[in-house]
């Protein structure tokens, strides 16, 4: 009886070793074991003592080209043989205004660059992505794709010093139009947004024209927020509710591009010229 009591007080109290005497044999025992107490121990230093698995990563199947972004060229390549000259366009800066309504959402459902205002991405703008993103992405781990054409849109130039007059300026460089929403390029792989977050906002800063890194829960979340801003909005006369009941003859006055966005993603000193500014509450820093 006495054997079982010492047993069952040495495993219930945590002692790894534990010596027990046999009276009748005169020969000591050493026992190992692991008691609960021993075996239930959380991390001493850990900041999240309950442990949780790590969030599993989506479309993780590498493209099998290559994991980089292509290297465009700075000419469209029908205009490369020579068997006929370039045409010059005008600006055509409606390409421009507006919202995006098509490519405004992550086809990786991963991270991404998107354009808060419009804007014109040139060659030079392309090479920026390319090297930008071209350091960090890692084979068979990463890639990157871009989600906008290749510059195919004429840009004039006249040159520094040349007199006024002379007709149409010579062809300077291609670029590719965007509007506001437009996601410029996505990221995917096994890459956690805490480390693409720092270098894809480094890139959108030297783009030509305001644009933000997200994730695929952020742009659920602006779009979500901005609905909810809407709807609980207690004015209900509004420049779109003005131009549709056309008060005033106001559509007489107003240009097209009034009568199809109604103020929005038009003017550059104006009020709402920014995706989700309602959200953000960015502000134009110039006078209005």
């Avoid at 945590?14 to 010596?19: E, H, P, S, V």
């Avoid at 060659?123 to 090297?131: G, S, T």
């Avoid at 290749?150 to 139009?177: A, L, N, Q, W």
């Avoid at 965007?178 to 800063?205: D, H, Y």
Wanted: net charge positive.
């Amino acid at each position: 009886m006495s054997l079982v009591y010492h047993t069952m007080h040495s495993l219930t109290t945590g002692c790894g070793l534990a010596n027990l005497t046999l009276p009748s044999i005169g020969q000591s025992l050493r026992l190992l074991h692991c008691t609960q107490p021993v075996a239930a121990k959380k991390w001493k230093f850990h900041p999240e003592r309950d442990l949780t698995p790590p969030v599993q990563f989506k479309n993780t199947e590498q493209p099998p080209d290559r994991h980089r972004l292509p290297i465009y060229a700075k000419t469209p390549h029908m205009w490369l043989s020579g068997a006929m000259k370039a045409p010059r366009q005008t600006k055509e800066l409606w390409r421009m205004m507006g919202e995006e309504a098509v490519h405004n959402d992550l086809l990786l459902d991963q991270y991404g660059i998107i354009a808060m205002t419009g804007g014109m991405v040139k060659h030079k703008h392309f090479e920026v992505l390319r090297m930008g993103v071209g350091k960090y992405v890692k084979p068979k781990e990463s890639f990157s794709m871009y989600r906008i054409d290749p510059p195919y849109k004429p840009i004039t130039d006249h040159g520094f010093g040349k007199r006024m007059g002379g007709g149409k300026g010579t062809i300077d460089c291609y670029g590719t139009p965007v509007r506001a929403g437009r996601v410029i390029l996505e990221v995917g792989g096994k890459l956690m947004w805490e480390e693409a977050r720092p270098w894809l906002q480094t890139i959108a800063a030297k783009l030509p024209f305001e644009a933000i890194a997200v994730n695929s829960e952020m742009l659920k979340k602006f779009r979500e927020e901005e609905d909810r801003l809407l709807k609980t909005n207690k004015n209900p006369i509004s420049f779109e509710w003005l131009v549709r009941n056309n008060m005033l003859n106001c559509q007489q006055h107003l240009s097209e591009y009034d009568r199809r966005w109604f103020g929005k993603f038009v003017y550059k000193d104006r009020e709402l010229n920014k995706k989700w500014q309602l959200v953000t509450r960015a502000k134009y820093p110039g006078r209005n």
